[in-house]
């Protein structure tokens, strides 16, 4: 399970979230709006070692490495 960085379009909080899977429903724990990915920062594998190439959407990928 990743954990994604996610900003409210509301509120704009960002925050970090474990979930289930990449394109999972997330809510904005200040205001409960429908949250958005957050696009930027740093990407891990499931080892939590940075991962070389990864472009961050996990649909069009074939798993870190």
Avoid: I, N
């Amino acid at each position: 399970m990743p954990v994604l960085q996610y900003v409210c379009p509301q509120c704009g909080k960002k925050f970090d979230e474990l979930v289930g899977k990449y394109d999972e429903s997330v809510r904005c724990p200040a205001c409960g709006a429908q949250a958005e990915r957050e696009w930027s920062g740093e990407m891990f594998s499931a080892t939590g070692k940075p991962a070389k190439k990864c472009s961050g959407h996990c649909a069009t990928c074939s798993g870190c490495k």
